[in-house]
């Protein structure tokens, strides 16, 4: 979901913008008007998360699945080696490129509990030459969120935030570098964000695209070709509003009770079921199966009559999942639970 605010917002200026004649959509990225709307996206981006100023933040494209190979051609800076955590579908896919260029070391790897547990840290394998270590906080799949950020000493951390990202607070100084594509709990899909202490960006492996260093976008404020102007602007317009919302600490109040009231309904019933281990629960993607999944079709039919939609979970895993970023409202969460007990009441 986006908010509705933002929508009206971006609906009524659509034609005009702010009375420059001019959609957002038609003026040339580096206009005086399109450079305040991208100027105050990121004042404001750096003002919700606190980032400090030995960080850059970019406004890229590829989504997140173009950073999985420009981590390693960035961030090996004359090592080989790399640490990543295996924890679901998108770490999965992360490793998978790494490996095209660097020899990984997996830190601690759940494929084996089938993605619903992390391992205690006193069985992480960090390695002591390793370049980075990446990790994903919240798995949008599995619904397997780290419940802390790991502690890696020294060494640069690498987080895929595509999913979690503005949901609470989070220390940004903790982090070497933080990507997340915007589609998930930003704004529209085409834009993907990158937060990168400046000290690590610039020393690249040999061949690497001018377009894909991140110091040529750091160089050019994101604009050494032309970014994806739209979804800048309204990502500009989501930071707004959630600064109307009180900022992170507003966010991260609402989302937990969100999940929480979800999660508690989904335990102390026997029809719906959820195999994650509830210290590693995610707030963000709330997975569930049915007692008897021949039941799923059903669910979702009659779920969407009600105007609770896309709730068929990831093939991967089958059953029900609710994604519950930002912009969905308590009350959305509310009117699904009131469904699935009146579901479960029929059909249990
Ligand atoms: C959706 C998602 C991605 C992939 O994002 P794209 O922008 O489609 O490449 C990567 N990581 C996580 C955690 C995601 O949720």
């Not at 260029?101 to 997996?106: H, K, S, T």
């Not at 394998?125 to 949008?140: G, K, W």
């Not at 202490?197 to 040999?206: A, H, Q, S, Y």
């Not at 308590?330 to 249990?348: C, K, P, T």
Request: charged share 20%.
């Amino acid at each position: 979901m986006l908010p509705e605010a933002v929508m009206k917002q971006a609906q009524q200026e659509m034609l005009d913008w702010q009375g420059s004649g001019m959609s957002v959509m038609e003026m040339s990225h580096r206009g005086p008007e399109y450079t305040s709307i991208a100027q105050k996206a990121e004042a404001d981006l750096r003002e919700l998360m606190a980032i400090p100023d030995d960080y850059a933040v970019l406004f890229l494209q590829g989504g997140a699945s173009l950073q999985f190979p420009m981590i390693p051609m960035n961030l090996l800076r004359g090592k080989s080696k790399a640490d990543y955590f295996n924890t679901g579908a998108w770490s999965t896919k992360a490793i998978k490129e790494a490996r095209r260029y660097c020899d990984v070391n997996l830190v601690a790897d759940s494929t084996d509990n089938h993605f619903t547990t992390i391992a205690d840290s006193n069985d992480w394998q960090l390695s002591a030459d390793a370049a980075y270590v990446h990790y994903t906080p919240n798995e949008t799949i599995h619904g397997l969120e780290f419940a802390d950020i790991p502690d890696v000493g020294d060494v640069p951390l690498v987080a895929d935030l595509s999913s979690t990202i503005l949901s609470r607070p989070i220390d940004v100084s903790r982090f070497g570098m933080i990507y997340a594509g915007a589609q998930k709990n930003i704004g529209p899909a085409g834009l993907c964000i990158v937060i990168i202490r400046k000290d690590l960006m610039g020393d690249v492996l040999p061949g690497t695209p001018t377009m894909l260093n991140y110091q040529t976008h750091a160089d050019n404020d994101s604009m050494f070709n032309t970014p994806a102007t739209y979804s800048w602007y309204l990502a500009g317009l989501v930071f707004e509003w959630l600064k109307q919302q009180g900022g992170l600490a507003a966010m991260a109040e609402i989302n937990k009770r969100k999940a929480d009231k979800l999660y508690q309904v989904i335990d102390s019933s026997e029809f719906y079921a959820n195999p994650v281990n509830k210290r590693y629960r995610s707030w963000m993607n709330v997975p569930f199966t049915l007692a008897d999944d021949k039941l799923d079709k059903v669910f979702v039919q009659q779920a969407a009559q009600q105007h609770l939609l896309t709730l068929k979970g990831h093939r991967d895993v089958g059953g029900m999942r609710a994604s519950i970023y930002n912009a969905m409202p308590e009350s959305g969460v509310d009117a699904l639970i009131a469904f699935m007990n009146e579901f479960e009441r029929q059909h249990g």
